[in-house]
């Protein structure tokens, strides 16, 4: 089965400096997703990103998908000590309607 | 409107007991998944049921796991018979409609440790 997988699986920055997470996975899909997970709390969705897209935009997030490559990447930019959680993209295939989550990005934002 | 609910937010049970995990999804949603998380781990489907419906339950163990949405109430998943390994986090999702259409709306989880 296809398995989203974050890269790097840890990154700590300044704050203030951008911060770059990938995501590959295996299969064709309908739209890739990225949340964010706070330690020890629930997921709170950031973006869609539908298969006929390349780039999406919301506030200091812009996506990018390329599905040729079966890849993608979150860039956070201006990043904020609030930013520090961890990050998950995750798939959903052709098809099926669960959601394919990958291993997560902890990223650190020091102060 | 509401997010999705769940609860209890942390559930505590010796092994051999039985965890009842609820999820209220959010209003007007008839879509309901549920994931379960390990430590340090991403989510791992286990289930996706519409009313009265189990749709896909791919990812759920073959024994003491199930699942249901009611025609009215929440869902429920339950586990009997709990084992340590069981302890984790479980997130409940819902979408008003196909998952390939829209995204999915996660609730703050339940956490449940087996002692």
């Known amino acids: 089965s296809q398995q989203g997988e974050e890269d790097p699986q840890a990154l700590s920055i300044q704050e203030g400096e951008n911060a770059t997470m990938n995501c590959s996975y295996k299969?064709?899909?309908?739209?890739l997703q990225w949340y964010r997970q706070n330690s020890g709390r629930g997921l709170v969705h950031l973006i869609l990103i539908r298969s006929n897209e390349r780039e999406k935009h919301s506030g200091r997030l812009r996506v990018t998908l390329d599905t040729s490559k079966k890849s993608s990447s979150l860039l956070i930019t201006a990043s904020r000590a609030a930013d520090t959680a961890s990050y998950f993209c995750?798939?959903?295939?052709?098809?099926?309607?669960?959601?394919?989550f990958g291993q997560g990005t902890r990223l650190t934002i020091n102060p | 409107n509401a997010g999705v609910m769940q609860n209890p937010r942390h559930l505590v049970r010796r092994r051999g007991q039985e965890a009842r995990l609820r999820c209220s999804p959010m209003?007007?949603?008839?879509?309901v998944y549920w994931y379960r998380q390990l430590p340090e781990e991403g989510l791992k489907f286990m289930v996706y049921l519409q009313k009265e419906n189990i749709i896909d339950e791919s990812g759920m163990p073959k024994e003491r796991f199930s699942a249901e949405f009611p025609k009215e109430g929440p869902s429920i998943l339950r586990i009997q018979q709990v084992v340590r390994g069981d302890s984790a986090a479980y997130f409940c999702?819902?979408?008003?409609?196909?998952?390939?259409?829209?995204?999915?709306?996660f609730g703050p989880g339940t956490r449940l440790t087996v002692l």
């Open positions: 299969t064709s899909i309908n739209n």
């Open positions: 209003k007007g949603h008839s879509h």
């Open positions: 999702a819902s979408s008003p409609q196909l998952a390939g259409m829209n995204e999915q709306f």
């Open positions: 995750a798939t959903d295939e052709e098809g099926a309607q669960k959601l394919v």
